[in-house]
């Protein structure tokens, strides 16, 4: 059975965007935790994403090594990322490139399906998605990035849940600006 981990960076109040999708309080991350992202990916088979977040990541990722004054850590994370197996839950995308599989049906029917195959781990992102994934209790584990920064709306990191979901602290690392990774398991 495959492990599925929801990560990202979020402000100290808990969201992954301002109002507006606004996600420009994040600025540019340290070298550091680029570099914790960028291995996150590696070890991740598959990563699932909605519309919002696909939208966000296809237009510069795939091709990050045709733009001018782009990093070797940044050509090796877009060369990760395109190259990856990624399944993106959409009703309103047409098509998807780079390995990406497109599916319009029930997410959480097609997670759970994904989950029980044999294989390394899935992350998943997006807050829709990761929210309707939470409430199955489907998420095996939590990695925060939290950036102190307040922004006092926008989009959650975490959704509304119908019951209590207990979590073990596993991790915990600081990154240069004062970010602080907390990595939780879910506990069943």
Request: charged share 20%; hydrophobic share 40%; net charge negative.
């Amino acid at each position: 059975m495959r492990k599925l981990i929801y990560g990202m960076n979020l402000t100290l109040d808990g969201y992954i965007a301002a109002p507006g999708h606004d996600i420009g309080w994040s600025g540019p991350p340290s070298d550091e935790l680029f570099q914790f992202w960028s291995d996150q990916l590696q070890a991740t088979d598959v990563s699932l994403c909605g519309t919002r977040l696909w939208h966000t990541m296809s237009p510069y990722w795939p091709t990050v090594d045709q733009q001018p004054g782009a990093t070797p850590a940044e050509i090796e994370f877009g060369r990760r990322w395109r190259d990856m197996a990624k399944v993106v839950f959409s009703s309103t995308i047409e098509k998807a490139d780079w390995n990406t599989r497109l599916v319009t049906g029930d997410a959480v029917a097609e997670i759970t399906r994904l989950k029980a195959e044999d294989g390394g781990p899935m992350d998943i992102g997006g807050a829709t998605l990761a929210g309707a994934a939470m409430r199955a209790g489907l998420i095996d584990e939590y990695v925060l990035a939290t950036a102190p920064v307040l922004v006092g709306g926008g989009t959650p990191f975490f959704a509304a849940v119908d019951n209590w979901v207990y979590l073990n602290l596993v991790e915990t690392r600081r990154f240069p600006g004062g970010v602080v990774l907390s990595r939780y398991e879910t506990r069943r």
